[in-house]
């Protein structure tokens, strides 16, 4: 198991490797670009090319990469060339507003999707369609028009939850949660109209099988039938869902942060691109893949302990 | 209340011409304090302003401040030398009470106030600005290139700086009111603190337990502020909003008392709640001709074709369409309220496509292609461009630019043509900008005989009102010669809310003064 543990982070570390190699590579050709953003547009050009050869961005590419990586290496991804902020810091402050709102919304999905699912695939009848119908509204309303009829709902009418903003939970947990609460249930409905149908679909599909009809003839509970023997088999699938709707959130993330004008991770990494601030477009790359590293890891983990047919030795 | 629309708000634009030029009749090359800035008889009751700002300050180092919507959270906590009036922009005493250049501009005396504090208790004197000044020339930042014709800062004394210039710099005086002017207190300076939480001498200071950086900025008044009785707000919060749907739920949900809103919105909001205040405008949005002496796009070298694109443009129908009908169709880049501006010049290009094509015809470049970086301000406006163009025989490609790299294709010198949009700064820079031979919007330094001598006659005329036939001479001569074809002056609508009033027109340099409070 460590073997493979540690096999599967070299497979990251490599990933993470060419990733930030082909962004580098990619934004190489912005140097210049990246000067005028600190002077300003009235800069001359003599004046932007001594602060180039004074950052060493006039450098090879090459050897800039690897310049940046001896860095990263060991934690020190550089300073924003537009805040002057270190970036490791800013992007893991940025992260964690963003996971306050997915960590939240992903625990509610696989409960609230896990409960549709078993319900539906275990009742049928008119239990399974309205199960079938709360995911078919959950596809078919958008996001960003589910997130504003909420914001106009809730915090333009009612003004019981703030329209915009977070607030760390460090500072006022009653705030926090009244910050995060609208962009979590966009993000959950959203989750669950998703997930709900796959944790439906294996559900039927395990609940047919013949172990189950072999249990139920030796007089086993249709409770512990669903919940200890069919639900354990219909996990695994539901749990790669779970990871892929994790990354898919965190992409979706944007969105959600500009409605809600959210400090978020999305919101950085799209003010950082149209900046071209590069060194915070590294960390961000590094970060991002290492990140999506570590829950597909921890993902097969899972699936490892759910399925003894999955697990690797 | 005010809404203007275009007849109207131009019969406004030359009053607002008339005062600006009248104010600036009475002032010389020499400022002094008499016309001190929101003096008012009575108290006022202190309110709480909330603002929506499209971007969080990148940093709060003197050295590195950019203007724009980032300046409501630094002029808040660090004051500027100088300040601008938000009506008529005329340029107004801040820390500095007086200021006096000598016969040929080349050296500028500040005399600052008595009894400044910075927020440590520490006093402002003429040694806090000259460290700040010098320190932003040696460092490379924003505010460096506006410290290019500088030569030393002195202090004569405790309360008087000195600057002395290789030439004089007609831009100089308004850029004290902006990042340029902002004072760093020497003592803390070169700490880590400088770039997030500076200690400043502005009206407040930044309260780190309820600011989110990137997010949320809040900053508490400093009652020993020298000018605390012209302050009317208790706290100042700055939410950083990009999204205008966002900014409008906010607004309507209490969580702001003042921000820009769509002006299809606007019948949303309670007009016994909000004032709607319309700003005519604040930038100019317009068709750059980069490369004016035709070298490597021929045909804009030829003055027949740069007329014919200013006569392919329907600007009233862009104004309406693409713009909400928010703003004023212009034929000029100076400010409508400023004392440059020409109003009899709006005409000399109508809309006429046919004697358009005829000019490019005659001309003999019908049929050319010309590129044009395509970025994300052009999105809206590339369609109706190119049809004008088409309109005269002349073709535009739009060659997609990224965003961080939309200046570098401005000045790389592959395109004749760029769409920009460009915000208003004073009646000396506007012009300069654009026209001069070093300006940002002339990358190949285009100049001709006419423009060095107006150029050198505004660059050795030191006092404003002196060089102003020559502003006027040389606006006349870049509209007749069409090195630009301008679209729009681009306008904004404000809500404001609480008994909060917003008062920008001429200058809108983004400071909590650009409100007032009416009970």
Known sequence: MLVYIARRLGAGIILALLVTFITFMLLSTSFEDVALTILGPAATPEVTAGLMAEKGWDRPAIVQYFDWLAHAVQGDFGESVYTSLPVAPTVMQRLLVTLSVIVPALLLTVVLSTFLGVWSASRGGVVDKISQGISLVGYIVPGLLLAIGLVVIFAVQLKWLPATGFTPISEDPGAWARSITIPVIVLTIGGVANMAAQVRGRMIDELRQDYVRTLRTRGISTTSIVIRHALRNAGSPALTVMSLEFISMFGGALIIENVFALPGYGSFAFNASLQGDIPVIMGIAAFGVLLVTVVNLTTDLANGWLNPKARVH | ?519
């Open chain 2, 1 to 519: 209340m005010s809404r203007s629309l275009t007849r109207r708000s131009r019969r406004l634009t030359a009053l607002g011409a008339t005062v600006l030029a009248a104010s600036l009749l009475l002032t010389s090359c020499a400022g002094s304090s008499e016309a001190a800035p929101s003096e008012s008889a009575a108290p006022i009751e202190e309110k709480d302003l909330a603002v929506a700002a499209v971007s969080a300050p990148n940093s709060l180092d003197p050295a590195q401040l950019v203007d724009g919507q980032q300046m409501f959270v630094w002029s808040a906590i660090l004051d500027t030398l100088l300040r601008k009036d938000p009506t008529t922009a005329e340029i107004l005493p801040g820390a500095a009470e007086t200021w006096e250049y000598n016969e040929d501009g080349t050296e500028l005396t500040l005399k600052l106030r008595e009894g400044m504090t910075f927020s440590t208790g520490d006093p402002v004197d003429a040694a806090a600005v000259v460290a700040t000044l010098l320190r932003s020339k040696e460092t490379p930042g924003n505010v460096q290139s506006r410290l290019a014709a500088v030569d030393d800062v002195v202090a004569s004394d405790d309360s008087t700086v000195v600057i002395s210039f290789s030439s004089f710099d007609p831009q100089f005086l308004d850029n004290l009111s902006s990042g340029l002017g902002a004072i760093g207190d020497p003592a803390t300076l070169a700490e880590e603190r400088t770039a997030t939480d500076p200690v400043g001498s502005g009206p407040f200071t930044l309260d780190t337990a309820k600011t989110v950086p990137g997010s949320t900025y809040v900053l508490t008044k400093r009652d020993d502020y020298w000018d605390a009785e012209n302050v009317p707000f208790k706290t100042l919060t700055v939410k950083v909003i990009q999204d205008p749907t966002a900014s409008f739920n906010a607004l309507q949900s209490g969580e702001l008392n003042a921000a820009t809103v769509q002006s299809q919105v606007v019948g949303q909001l309670n007009p016994d709640e909000w004032n709607i205040t319309v700003n005519d405008a604040v930038a100019a949005a317009f068709l750059n001709v980069l490369d004016r002496g035709g070298e490597k796009w021929p045909a804009l070298g030829d003055v027949r074709v740069r007329q014919a694109i200013n006569m392919s443009i329907d600007r009233e129908s862009m104004l309406e369409a693409l713009f909400s009908g928010v703003g004023i169709a212009t034929e000029q880049l100076a400010s409508p309220f400023g004392a440059i501006y020409d109003e009899s010049l709006n005409g000399t290009y109508e809309y006429d496509p046919e004697a358009g094509k005829e000019l490019v015809e005659e001309a003999g470049f019908a049929g050319e292609t010309l590129q044009i970086p395509s970025t994300f301000l052009t999105t809206t406006i590339e369609p109706a461009l190119s049809q004008a163009f088409s309109d005269i025989g002349l073709n535009l490609e739009w060659v997609t630019v990224p965003p961080q790299q939309a200046q570098g294709a401005a000045r790389s010198g592959d395109y004749g043509l760029y769409y920009q949009i460009l915000g208003f700064n004073s009646d000396t820079a506007d012009l300069a900008t654009t026209f001069a031979v070093d300006g940002v919007g002339n990358p190949r330094g285009y100049t001709d005989e006419t423009l060095d001598g107006l150029w050198s006659e505004i660059n050795s005329t030191v006092a404003f009102e002196d060089a102003l036939p020559a502003y006027q001479e040389l606006n006349e001569y870049v509209v007749d010669q069409a090195f630009v074809a301008p679209v729009v002056f681009i306008g904004a609508t404000w809500a404001t809310g609480d008994g909060i009033t917003y008062v920008g027109k001429a200058n809108t340099l983004s400071t909590y003064r650009l409100f007032s409070v009416t009970d």
